[in-house]
T-cell receptor, first 115, second 116 residues
Framework: AQTVTQSQPEMSVQEAETVTLSCTYD???????LFWYKQPPSRQMILVIR??????QNATENRFSVNFQKAAKSFSLKISDSQLGDAAMYFC????????????FGAGTQVVVTP | DAGVTQSPTHLIKTRGQQVTLRCSPK?????VSWYQQALGQGPQFIFQ???????QRGNFPDRFSGHQFPNYSSELNVNALLLGDSALYLC???????????????FGPGTRLLVL
């Protein structure tokens, strides 16, 4: 069974600074997807970034980037130049490539952005 | 372009009752997945519907059932409600025809269910 672990319940960052959220996962698969989703107080889950395991290059989306370490089964998210709008719960998620879409989520990390 | 919509936004039921939640997928999407998110936890996969059939199911009892209609919208039904069913129920849609490698799920705002 695959599990996703987020060990940081809460992270605080000042505006314009950088924060890194950690995520580890357990799998015996060689091909899979990893995602970071953001859930603001409005509750809607928003896709931040995705990584395909067969790609060695780390994914980047504007101020968001990941550090994907396949051998270590680690998938961290870096938020650069943090903005007040980045405040939300962030979830790491895993999906097998041949799955019909079953996402497995971690417990989440609350990001607090201070002015 | 309409995103994923869910109704109702909030719902209060009592133990033993039955509830139906509804989801309309993002325009152009044909696959709907349902998740249960208990307070302070990550979402848990309930099941997924494609071509009006349940394609995959998580570890949820048979009290949880669903349906997908020809227009791709979906319903989640929960019978004999328990206090522990209180949660945010999220619907996510995707496009299977884009291929397994490209499929990304887009979520709706959820339905908050409270069971008293």
């Amino acid at each position: 069974a695959q599990t996703v672990t987020q060990s940081q319940p809460e992270m605080s960052v000042q505006e314009a600074e950088t924060v890194t959220l950690s995520c580890t996962y357990d799998t015996s698969e060689s091909d899979y997807y990893l995602f970071w989703y953001k859930q603001p107080p409005s509750r809607q889950m928003i896709l931040v970034i995705r990584q395909e395991a067969y790609k060695q290059q780390n994914a980047t989306e504007n101020r968001f980037s990941v550090n994907f370490q396949k051998a270590a089964k680690s998938f961290s998210l870096k938020i650069s130049d943090s903005q007040l709008g980045d405040a939300a719960m962030y979830f790491c998620a895993y999906r097998k490539t041949d799955s019909w879409g079953k996402l497995q989520f971690g417990a989440g990390t609350q990001v607090v952005v201070t002015p | 372009d309409a995103g994923v919509t869910q109704s109702p936004t909030h719902l209060i039921k009592t133990r033993g009752q039955q509830v139906t939640l509804r989801c309309s997928p993002k325009s152009g999407h044909d696959t709907v997945s349902w998740y249960q998110q208990a307070l302070g936890q990550g979402p848990q996969f309930i099941f997924q519907y494609y071509e009006e059939e349940e394609r995959q199911r998580g570890n949820f009892p048979d009290r949880f059932s669903g349906h997908q209609f020809p227009n791709y919208s979906s319903e989640l039904n929960v019978n004999a409600l328990l206090l522990g069913d209180s949660a945010l129920y999220l619907c996510a849609s995707s496009l299977a025809a884009s291929g397994v490698r490209r499929e990304t799920q887009y979520f709706g705002p959820g339905t908050r269910l409270l069971v008293l």
